[in-house]
Protein backbone atom coordinates (compact mmCIF):
# COMPACT_ATOMS: atom_id res chain seq x y z
CA UNK A 1 0.00 0.00 0.00
CA UNK A 2 1.39 3.47 -0.68
CA UNK A 3 2.69 5.40 1.99
CA UNK A 4 4.97 8.13 2.02
CA UNK A 5 5.71 7.79 5.64
CA UNK A 6 6.45 3.93 5.66
CA UNK A 7 9.00 4.59 2.88
CA UNK A 8 10.69 7.28 4.50
CA UNK A 9 10.92 5.21 7.98
CA UNK A 10 12.60 2.13 6.23
CA UNK A 11 14.66 4.61 4.65
CA UNK A 12 15.85 5.79 8.38
CA UNK A 13 16.69 2.25 9.17
CA UNK A 14 20.10 2.46 6.98
CA UNK A 15 21.05 5.01 9.84
CA UNK A 16 21.57 2.15 11.96
CA UNK A 17 22.95 -0.53 9.81
CA UNK A 18 26.74 -0.31 9.92
CA UNK A 19 29.36 -0.82 7.40
CA UNK A 20 30.38 -4.29 8.15
CA UNK A 21 33.63 -4.96 6.26
CA UNK A 22 35.38 -2.50 8.65
CA UNK A 23 33.80 -4.24 12.08
CA UNK A 24 34.64 -8.03 10.38
CA UNK A 25 38.19 -6.64 8.47
CA UNK A 26 39.42 -4.11 10.54
CA UNK A 27 37.92 -4.10 13.92
CA UNK A 28 36.35 -0.81 13.77
CA UNK A 29 34.11 -0.85 16.94
CA UNK A 30 31.48 2.14 15.84
CA UNK A 31 31.81 2.21 11.61
CA UNK A 32 30.03 4.35 9.70
CA UNK A 33 26.20 3.85 8.55
CA UNK A 34 25.09 3.01 4.56
CA UNK A 35 23.07 6.09 5.54
CA UNK A 36 26.44 7.92 6.00
CA UNK A 37 28.48 6.10 2.89
CA UNK A 38 25.29 6.86 0.83
CA UNK A 39 25.25 10.39 1.48
CA UNK A 40 28.88 10.99 0.83
CA UNK A 41 28.69 8.71 -2.27
CA UNK A 42 25.42 11.21 -3.53
CA UNK A 43 27.42 14.01 -2.87
CA UNK A 44 30.70 12.81 -4.80
CA UNK A 45 28.62 12.40 -7.54
CA UNK A 46 26.63 15.32 -7.67
CA UNK A 47 30.17 17.25 -7.85
CA UNK A 48 31.77 14.92 -10.55
CA UNK A 49 29.14 14.72 -12.53
CA UNK A 50 28.31 18.07 -12.66
CA UNK A 51 31.86 18.63 -13.41
CA UNK A 52 31.83 16.10 -16.24
CA UNK A 53 28.23 17.54 -18.09
CA UNK A 54 26.70 14.29 -17.07
CA UNK A 55 23.05 14.11 -15.76
CA UNK A 56 23.84 14.36 -11.96
CA UNK A 57 20.28 14.75 -11.26
CA UNK A 58 20.39 10.76 -12.27
CA UNK A 59 23.21 10.23 -10.98
CA UNK A 60 22.69 11.05 -7.52
CA UNK A 61 19.18 9.89 -7.47
CA UNK A 62 20.94 6.30 -8.32
CA UNK A 63 23.42 7.36 -5.26
CA UNK A 64 20.65 7.98 -2.94
CA UNK A 65 18.78 4.88 -4.22
CA UNK A 66 21.93 2.28 -4.79
CA UNK A 67 21.92 0.45 -0.80
CA UNK A 68 18.91 1.32 -0.07
CA UNK A 69 17.76 -2.09 0.07
CA UNK A 70 19.98 -2.75 3.24
CA UNK A 71 17.30 -1.37 5.03
CA UNK A 72 15.56 -4.47 5.01
CA UNK A 73 18.68 -7.19 4.03
CA UNK A 74 20.93 -5.57 6.51
CA UNK A 75 25.08 -4.80 4.78
CA UNK A 76 26.84 -7.21 2.80
CA UNK A 77 30.40 -7.90 1.40
CA UNK A 78 31.64 -8.34 -1.40
CA UNK A 79 32.76 -11.66 -0.56
CA UNK A 80 29.81 -12.87 0.85
CA UNK A 81 28.94 -16.02 -0.32
CA UNK A 82 25.55 -16.88 -2.66
CA UNK A 83 26.11 -13.42 -4.87
CA UNK A 84 23.51 -14.54 -6.77
CA UNK A 85 21.38 -14.91 -3.71
CA UNK A 86 21.61 -11.76 -2.12
CA UNK A 87 21.11 -9.83 -5.99
CA UNK A 88 17.78 -12.24 -5.91
CA UNK A 89 16.75 -10.68 -2.54
CA UNK A 90 18.01 -7.14 -2.65
CA UNK A 91 15.48 -7.00 -5.91
CA UNK A 92 13.17 -8.47 -3.75
CA UNK A 93 13.65 -6.02 -0.85
CA UNK A 94 13.57 -2.84 -3.13
CA UNK A 95 10.30 -3.50 -5.05
CA UNK A 96 9.10 -3.71 -1.95
CA UNK A 97 10.61 -0.71 -0.83
CA UNK A 98 9.71 0.88 -3.90
CA UNK A 99 5.81 -0.22 -3.37
CA UNK A 100 5.58 2.01 -0.58
CA UNK A 101 5.66 5.27 -3.17
CA UNK A 102 2.89 6.41 -5.89
CA UNK A 103 2.51 4.86 -9.20
CA UNK A 104 4.43 7.36 -11.07
CA UNK A 105 7.44 7.36 -8.79
CA UNK A 106 7.35 4.12 -8.32
CA UNK A 107 7.96 3.54 -11.71
CA UNK A 108 10.51 6.01 -12.74
CA UNK A 109 12.65 5.02 -9.62
CA UNK A 110 12.19 1.33 -10.58
CA UNK A 111 13.67 2.08 -14.33
CA UNK A 112 16.98 4.30 -12.47
CA UNK A 113 17.37 1.95 -10.01
CA UNK A 114 17.57 -1.03 -13.44
CA UNK A 115 19.91 1.28 -14.94
CA UNK A 116 21.89 1.23 -11.96
CA UNK A 117 22.65 -1.97 -11.41
CA UNK A 118 22.72 -3.02 -15.07
CA UNK A 119 25.20 0.02 -15.37
CA UNK A 120 23.74 0.79 -18.59
CA UNK A 121 24.35 4.88 -19.07
CA UNK A 122 27.63 6.64 -18.47
CA UNK A 123 25.78 8.20 -14.99
CA UNK A 124 25.85 4.30 -14.05
CA UNK A 125 28.95 3.65 -14.44
CA UNK A 126 29.77 6.62 -12.39
CA UNK A 127 27.91 5.83 -9.53
CA UNK A 128 29.22 2.27 -9.17
CA UNK A 129 33.27 4.10 -9.57
CA UNK A 130 32.00 6.71 -6.70
CA UNK A 131 31.02 4.22 -4.27
CA UNK A 132 34.14 2.91 -4.08
CA UNK A 133 36.03 5.63 -4.22
CA UNK A 134 33.95 6.62 -1.38
CA UNK A 135 34.97 3.50 -0.11
CA UNK A 136 38.65 4.74 -0.32
CA UNK A 137 38.06 7.76 1.45
CA UNK A 138 36.41 6.05 4.59
CA UNK A 139 39.97 3.91 4.74
CA UNK A 140 42.19 6.87 4.72
CA UNK A 141 39.83 8.50 7.49
CA UNK A 142 40.12 5.04 9.45
CA UNK A 143 43.86 5.20 8.04
CA UNK A 144 44.45 8.79 9.90
CA UNK A 145 42.14 7.52 13.08
CA UNK A 146 45.08 5.30 13.88
CA UNK A 147 43.84 1.66 11.93
CA UNK A 148 46.88 -0.37 10.54
CA UNK A 149 47.48 -0.26 6.46
CA UNK A 150 47.95 -3.72 6.74
CA UNK A 151 43.63 -3.80 7.39
CA UNK A 152 43.22 -1.17 5.23
CA UNK A 153 45.23 -2.04 2.30
CA UNK A 154 42.66 -4.60 0.64
CA UNK A 155 39.80 -1.78 0.77
CA UNK A 156 42.18 0.15 -1.39
CA UNK A 157 42.90 -2.38 -3.47
CA UNK A 158 38.94 -3.59 -4.07
CA UNK A 159 37.93 0.16 -5.12
CA UNK A 160 40.97 0.18 -7.62
CA UNK A 161 39.44 -2.82 -8.92
CA UNK A 162 36.27 -1.30 -9.56
CA UNK A 163 37.71 2.48 -10.95
CA UNK A 164 38.81 2.72 -14.72
CA UNK A 165 38.13 6.76 -14.45
CA UNK A 166 41.31 8.47 -14.96
CA UNK A 167 40.47 11.49 -12.65
CA UNK A 168 39.24 9.34 -10.03
CA UNK A 169 41.75 6.59 -9.85
CA UNK A 170 44.62 9.60 -9.45
CA UNK A 171 42.07 10.50 -6.05
CA UNK A 172 42.23 6.74 -5.10
CA UNK A 173 46.39 6.85 -5.70
CA UNK A 174 46.89 9.70 -3.58
CA UNK A 175 44.33 8.60 -0.80
CA UNK A 176 46.65 5.00 -1.00
CA UNK A 177 49.70 6.63 -0.87
CA UNK A 178 49.17 9.43 1.44
CA UNK A 179 50.92 9.25 5.35
CA UNK A 180 49.04 8.17 8.02
CA UNK B 1 43.35 26.13 -3.85
CA UNK B 2 40.95 23.78 -6.10
CA UNK B 3 41.43 20.08 -4.15
CA UNK B 4 38.16 17.88 -4.93
CA UNK B 5 39.32 14.90 -2.51
CA UNK B 6 39.76 17.81 0.36
CA UNK B 7 36.24 18.75 -0.51
CA UNK B 8 35.57 15.26 -0.14
CA UNK B 9 37.22 14.61 3.06
CA UNK B 10 35.73 17.79 4.45
CA UNK B 11 32.44 16.33 3.81
CA UNK B 12 33.41 12.89 5.36
CA UNK B 13 33.60 14.42 8.61
CA UNK B 14 29.78 15.20 8.38
CA UNK B 15 29.79 10.98 9.65
CA UNK B 16 31.06 11.78 12.85
CA UNK B 17 29.49 14.93 14.03
CA UNK B 18 26.31 13.93 16.02
CA UNK B 19 23.11 15.98 15.93
CA UNK B 20 23.30 16.80 19.55
CA UNK B 21 19.92 18.09 20.21
CA UNK B 22 19.24 14.03 21.05
CA UNK B 23 22.06 13.56 23.49
CA UNK B 24 21.57 16.88 25.25
CA UNK B 25 17.56 16.73 26.10
CA UNK B 26 17.17 13.29 25.44
CA UNK B 27 20.23 11.85 26.76
CA UNK B 28 20.91 9.49 23.68
CA UNK B 29 24.59 8.07 23.57
CA UNK B 30 25.17 7.22 19.94
CA UNK B 31 22.67 9.66 17.79
CA UNK B 32 22.93 10.00 14.71
CA UNK B 33 25.24 11.53 12.28
CA UNK B 34 24.53 15.13 10.04
CA UNK B 35 25.31 12.72 7.33
CA UNK B 36 22.68 10.29 8.46
CA UNK B 37 20.50 13.20 8.73
CA UNK B 38 21.28 14.91 5.99
CA UNK B 39 20.87 11.62 3.42
CA UNK B 40 17.52 10.93 4.55
CA UNK B 41 16.48 14.70 4.12
CA UNK B 42 18.27 14.49 0.83
CA UNK B 43 15.63 11.65 0.12
CA UNK B 44 12.66 12.84 1.38
CA UNK B 45 13.28 16.37 -0.89
CA UNK B 46 13.74 13.91 -3.80
CA UNK B 47 10.67 12.10 -3.30
CA UNK B 48 8.08 15.15 -2.25
CA UNK B 49 9.94 17.24 -4.98
CA UNK B 50 8.94 14.75 -7.67
CA UNK B 51 5.81 14.03 -6.46
CA UNK B 52 4.77 17.93 -6.12
CA UNK B 53 6.14 18.45 -10.06
CA UNK B 54 9.05 20.74 -8.42
CA UNK B 55 12.94 20.52 -9.24
CA UNK B 56 13.79 17.87 -7.73
CA UNK B 57 17.31 18.13 -8.42
CA UNK B 58 18.01 21.58 -7.17
CA UNK B 59 15.80 20.56 -3.93
CA UNK B 60 18.58 17.38 -3.25
CA UNK B 61 21.55 19.35 -4.09
CA UNK B 62 20.15 22.21 -1.54
CA UNK B 63 20.12 19.27 0.85
CA UNK B 64 23.07 17.60 0.55
CA UNK B 65 24.60 21.07 1.09
CA UNK B 66 22.33 22.10 3.84
CA UNK B 67 24.48 21.19 6.58
CA UNK B 68 27.98 20.91 5.01
CA UNK B 69 29.19 23.86 7.20
CA UNK B 70 29.24 21.80 10.31
CA UNK B 71 31.87 19.56 8.86
CA UNK B 72 33.71 22.81 10.31
CA UNK B 73 31.37 24.38 13.00
CA UNK B 74 29.90 21.45 14.49
CA UNK B 75 26.34 21.08 14.93
CA UNK B 76 24.58 23.97 17.03
CA UNK B 77 20.99 23.52 17.95
CA UNK B 78 18.18 25.93 17.11
CA UNK B 79 18.30 27.51 20.92
CA UNK B 80 21.78 27.95 21.23
CA UNK B 81 22.69 31.63 21.85
CA UNK B 82 24.16 33.75 19.46
CA UNK B 83 22.48 33.22 16.76
CA UNK B 84 23.12 35.84 14.47
CA UNK B 85 27.10 34.52 14.85
CA UNK B 86 26.87 31.40 14.27
CA UNK B 87 25.05 32.40 10.81
CA UNK B 88 28.82 34.35 10.13
CA UNK B 89 30.60 31.50 11.09
CA UNK B 90 28.52 29.14 8.80
CA UNK B 91 28.50 31.32 5.94
CA UNK B 92 32.32 31.52 6.52
CA UNK B 93 32.68 27.88 6.73
CA UNK B 94 30.74 27.15 3.37
CA UNK B 95 32.64 29.55 1.54
CA UNK B 96 36.13 27.90 3.16
CA UNK B 97 34.62 24.62 1.83
CA UNK B 98 33.03 25.62 -1.71
CA UNK B 99 36.72 27.21 -2.18
CA UNK B 100 38.09 23.60 -2.39
CA UNK B 101 35.70 23.41 -5.72
CA UNK B 102 36.86 24.18 -9.12
CA UNK B 103 35.45 28.29 -10.29
CA UNK B 104 32.13 27.07 -12.33
CA UNK B 105 30.51 24.35 -9.90
CA UNK B 106 31.67 26.99 -6.72
CA UNK B 107 30.04 29.78 -8.07
CA UNK B 108 26.57 27.55 -8.89
CA UNK B 109 26.24 25.55 -5.45
CA UNK B 110 27.10 28.94 -3.92
CA UNK B 111 24.08 30.24 -5.49
CA UNK B 112 21.71 27.29 -4.57
CA UNK B 113 23.03 27.75 -1.53
CA UNK B 114 22.19 31.69 -1.00
CA UNK B 115 18.96 30.79 -2.58
CA UNK B 116 18.39 28.19 0.20
CA UNK B 117 19.05 30.30 2.94
CA UNK B 118 17.11 33.13 1.98
CA UNK B 119 14.54 30.37 1.16
CA UNK B 120 14.21 32.65 -2.13
CA UNK B 121 12.40 29.68 -4.27
CA UNK B 122 9.87 27.06 -3.90
CA UNK B 123 12.81 24.15 -3.84
CA UNK B 124 13.98 26.04 -0.78
CA UNK B 125 11.12 26.15 1.33
CA UNK B 126 10.84 22.78 1.16
CA UNK B 127 13.96 21.49 2.18
CA UNK B 128 13.31 23.95 5.36
CA UNK B 129 9.69 21.75 6.01
CA UNK B 130 11.66 18.68 5.01
CA UNK B 131 14.78 19.43 7.62
CA UNK B 132 11.77 20.03 10.04
CA UNK B 133 10.24 16.60 8.93
CA UNK B 134 12.81 14.31 9.00
CA UNK B 135 13.74 15.16 12.58
CA UNK B 136 10.73 14.13 13.88
CA UNK B 137 10.94 10.69 11.90
CA UNK B 138 14.38 10.50 13.57
CA UNK B 139 11.78 11.78 17.16
CA UNK B 140 9.93 9.04 16.23
CA UNK B 141 12.03 6.12 15.53
CA UNK B 142 13.85 7.27 19.06
CA UNK B 143 9.91 6.96 20.78
CA UNK B 144 10.07 3.17 19.34
CA UNK B 145 13.62 2.58 20.62
CA UNK B 146 12.12 3.45 24.07
CA UNK B 147 13.07 7.08 25.09
CA UNK B 148 10.37 8.93 26.80
CA UNK B 149 7.64 11.05 25.16
CA UNK B 150 8.32 13.75 27.76
CA UNK B 151 11.38 14.42 26.09
CA UNK B 152 10.51 13.70 22.51
CA UNK B 153 7.68 16.19 22.51
CA UNK B 154 9.64 19.53 22.03
CA UNK B 155 11.32 17.75 18.67
CA UNK B 156 7.72 17.17 18.01
CA UNK B 157 6.38 20.91 18.55
CA UNK B 158 9.72 22.80 16.99
CA UNK B 159 9.39 20.17 13.74
CA UNK B 160 5.41 22.08 13.60
CA UNK B 161 7.09 25.54 13.87
CA UNK B 162 8.67 24.90 10.59
CA UNK B 163 6.36 23.04 8.56
CA UNK B 164 3.35 24.85 6.76
CA UNK B 165 2.53 22.37 3.75
CA UNK B 166 -0.55 20.62 4.45
CA UNK B 167 0.49 16.98 3.65
CA UNK B 168 3.74 17.26 5.14
CA UNK B 169 1.98 18.59 8.41
CA UNK B 170 -0.48 15.17 8.14
CA UNK B 171 2.60 13.17 8.32
CA UNK B 172 4.02 15.07 11.27
CA UNK B 173 0.93 14.97 12.91
CA UNK B 174 0.58 10.74 12.26
CA UNK B 175 4.38 10.43 13.59
CA UNK B 176 3.25 12.48 17.02
CA UNK B 177 0.50 10.76 17.69
CA UNK B 178 1.67 7.02 17.06
CA UNK B 179 1.50 4.88 20.04
CA UNK B 180 5.37 3.68 21.33
Redesign the interface.
Known amino acids: MVD??E???L??E??WVKRRGWITKVKVK?P??V??H???T???C???A??KGLN??KA??MA?FHDLAESITGDHMPNDPAKEMKKTKEAEAMKRILNK??LK?RS?YHKLWKEYTSMSSKEAVLVHQLDKL?MA??A??YRKKGYGYHLLEQFFLSAKDGIEDKELLK?LN??KQAKA
Open positions: LLFFEANLKQESADSYLALMMVIDKSSVKLLPLDEIQRDMSL
